[in-house]
């Protein structure tokens, strides 16, 4: 899936084999951003539609979740994954 992160400073999405506690942390704090970046960009699509005419608005309701559901499912995935690494490490 694309990544955006580094066009905003962020750190990329990959995640080095012996990545430490600290690391693995912001990762997750990134992820965090990144998912509620998604659901903004959904409800400010979705707010759109109060002055877009009619034909047009279809497609933004539509729009908004398809293009950001599979990125916010990904991410919730991942931070699963990294929390359960961040506890085995404890």
Wanted: glycine share 2%; net charge positive; aromatic share 12%.
């Amino acid at each position: 899936m694309p990544d955006a992160a580094p066009w905003f400073g962020g750190p990329p999405k990959t995640i080095p084999i012996n990545a430490d506690l600290q690391y693995l942390r912001n990762f997750r704090r990134d992820n965090c951003r990144a998912e509620a970046a998604h659901w903004t960009q959904i409800l400010l699509l979705l707010l759109f539609t109060l002055w877009t005419p009619m034909p047009w608005a279809w497609i933004l309701i539509i729009y908004a979740p398809l293009s950001n559901l599979p990125f916010i499912i990904t991410q919730r995935h991942n931070r699963l994954r990294v929390t359960t690494v961040i506890n085995t490490k404890k």
